[in-house]
Nanobody
Framework: QVQVVESGGGLVQAGGSLRLSCAAS????????MGWYRQAPGKQRELVARITSAGATNYDDSVKGRFTISRDNARKTLSLQMNSLKPEDTAVYYC?????????WGQGTQVTVSS
């Protein structure tokens, strides 16, 4: 498991942009796949974007074309650029490992998109 600290959330109008950041404290960051998850009120946490150690990315259909995940292995940071935000993107966003299923979570960062 990896300890992480997420930041960058906030309140934004629909159509706006935000950039989330995640600092990870693990010596193996550079070799493990990482992902961004989100949990909306009353819903289960879902994986919305993932990136391999080599930089290959994969997105949930709900964010494809609007969100971009990236990583800096030297700095052990993960980022999520979110453009064209929609009210349905409102959620707490978390970064974490992808496999095995995470057992320990950071505090997350709240993203609120107003219509």
């Amino acid at each position: 498991q990896v300890q992480v600290v997420e930041s960058g959330g906030g309140l934004v109008q629909a159509g706006g942009s935000l950039r989330l950041s995640c600092a990870a404290s693990t010596s193996v960051f550079s070799i493990i796949p990482m992902g961004w998850y989100r949990q909306a009120p009353g819903k289960q946490r879902e994986l919305v974007a993932r990136i391999t150690s080599a930089g290959a990315t994969n997105y949930d259909d709900s964010v494809k074309g609007r969100f971009t995940i990236s990583r800096d292995n030297a700095r052990k940071t993960l980022s999520l650029q979110m453009n064209s935000l929609k009210p349905e993107d409102t959620a707490v966003y978390y970064c974490n490992i992808v496999v095995p299923p995470p057992q320990v979570w950071g505090q997350g960062t709240q993203v609120t998109v107003s219509s």
